[in-house]
C-alpha cells in the first residue's frame, strides 16, 4: 500500500522543525553571562568595566544592586550621552535584571538623580 504525500511532507515539516531547534539551542548555548561590574555589582565610575571583553549579540548582562537606591534604563546613545531617559526607555527595577543583548550598540544608565553623572553607566558593542 503506497503512502500518501502528506505523510511524507509531515516527516520533512517535523524533521526540518527539529533542525531549527537544535540550532536555536546551540546558539543559546554559546551566550556568555556577565555580571556587571563583576562582585562590586551595577555601581558609580562603571565606564571601564566592559574593557577586555567581547560581547555577542543574545549574551546576557546581569545588573545586580539595590532597587530602592538604583535601577537600570535601557536608553539611545543621546541618553547614554546626556543622561536623560528618552520617552519609551525601559526601566528595571528588580535588582537583578538579565537583559539580553542586540547586535551592535547597547546602552544602561542609572536614573536616579546624578547616578549616571557619576558614571553609573555603560556602553557594551555586541557583534
Known amino acids: ?18 533542525l ?7 546558539h543559546a548555548a554559546d551566550a ?17 568595566w566592559t574593557r577586555g571583553k567581547r560581547f555577542r549579540a543574545g549574551d546576557v548582562l ?4 539595590s532597587p530602592s537606591v538604583h535601577n537600570v534604563v535601557a536608553v539611545s546613545a543621546a541618553g547614554y550621552n ?13 535588582g ?7 547586535r551592535g550598540s547597547n546602552y ?3 536614573s536616579i538623580a546624578g547616578h549616571c553623572q557619576a558614571g553609573m ?3 557594551v558593542v555586541a557583534a
Open 62 to 65: 546581569v545588573f545586580r544592586y
Open 32 to 48: 556568555a553571562t556577565y555580571t556587571v561590574g563583576d562582585s562590586g555589582g551595577w555601581t558609580f565610575n562603571m565606564a571601564s
Open 82 to 94: 546626556g543622561c536623560s531617559v528618552p520617552r519609551g526607555s525601559r526601566t528595571y527595577t528588580s
Open 121 to 123: 553607566k555603560i556602553a
Open 20 to 26: 531549527l531547534l537544535c540550532l536555536l539551542l546551540a
Open 96 to 102: 537583578n535584571d538579565r537583559i539580553t543583548l542586540a
Open 1 to 18: 500500500m503506497a503512502q500518501g504525500s502528506g505523510s511524507a511532507s509531515g516527516a520533512t515539516a517535523a524533521l526540518g522543525l527539529a
Open 108 to 110: 544602561f544608565i542609572c
